[in-house]
C-alpha cells in the first residue's frame, strides 16, 4: 500500500517543541513536493508546511512561521517537521501527503488548489499544560 507513516507526536507542554518525521512506504519519495496537513476537533484540515522536490523551496502557513522548519533527507525517504515554540492552538492529528504534480522548485500548502495523494494515518500533537 503506498502511503505515508507519521510519526513523533505526543503530549507537550506550551513552549516546547516536538519532531515529526512522514517516512513513504512504498514509494520514493524524491518525485514529489511534500506537505504537511493538520486537523483539529471540530475544524478542517489546513495546511502547515510545504517541501519542495529540489528541498530548496518550503512554505509555512502565516500561524506557524518562525516556529515550524520542514526538512526532506531523500536518502532516508523521509520529511521532517520541527516544531518548537508550540501553542495550544498548534494541538490536531498532523498528516502527511505528496504532491506529484509540482516542479522541482515549487510547493504549496494548499489543498483547495493542489492535489496531494498518499495520506497517512497522522499522529496526534496535544499541547496542554
Known amino acids: 500500500q503506498l502511503q505515508f507513516v507519521e510519526t513523533g507526536g505526543g503530549l507537550v507542554q506550551p513552549g516546547g517543541s516536538l519532531r515529526l518525521s512522514c517516512t513513504a512506504s512504498g514509494f520514493t519519495v524524491n518525485y514529489y513536493a511534500i506537505g504537511w496537513f493538520r486537523q483539529a476537533p471540530g475544524k478542517e484540515r489546513e495546511g502547515v508546511s510545504c517541501?519542495?522536490?529540489?528541498?530548496?523551496?518550503?512554505e509555512n502557513a502565516d500561524s506557524v512561521k518562525g516556529r515550524f522548519t520542514v526538512s526532506r533527507d531523500n536518502a532516508k525517504n523521509t520529511v521532517y517537521l520541527q516544531m518548537n515554540s508550540l501553542k495550544p492552538e498548534d494541538t490536531g492529528v498532523y498528516y502527511c501527503a505528496a504532491d506529484g504534480d509540482a516542479a522541482l522548485n515549487f510547493c504549496q500548502v494548499d489543498i483547495r488548489t493542489r492535489r496531494y495523494y498518499y495520506w497517512g494515518q497522522g499522529t496526534q500533537v496535544t499541547v496542554s499544560s
Open positions: 517541501i519542495s522536490r529540489s528541498g530548496i523551496i518550503t
